[in-house]
């Protein structure tokens, strides 16, 4: 097995939630090797879909691909605001 790291970061600058998830990329994986194929695209595509449902308006997922890693920013404004009226 080749080196691998996953690093998480979770914070919350005021009301905001931030989340940094970062993590290796084997050599399958990394971009120059997989001639156009957006493999997980998607998982990104469908996590999009749900903050949008849950979070309109209030969220940013922001992603990046390097060489040899993969970083997903996620921001929730006003997180701890209530996501529904339990009534």
Known sequence: LEQC?????VSRPGRDLL?????????????????????GGL??????????????GKHELRTEAA???FL???KIEDAHAPLYDRG
């Not at 790291?5 to 970061?9: A, V």
């Not at 989340?19 to 493999?39: A, D, R, V, Y």
């Not at 998982?43 to 309109?56: C, D, Q, S, T, W």
């Open 5 to 9: 790291w996953l690093r998480i970061d």
């Open 43 to 56: 998982g990104l595509e469908n996590v999009k879909r749900r903050l949008g449902i849950v979070y309109p």
């Open 19 to 39: 989340i940094k998830i970062e993590n290796s990329l084997g050599e399958e994986e990394k971009p120059e090797e997989k001639n156009g194929n957006n493999n």
């Open 72 to 74: 997903l920013v996620l």
């Open 67 to 69: 060489s040899d890693s």
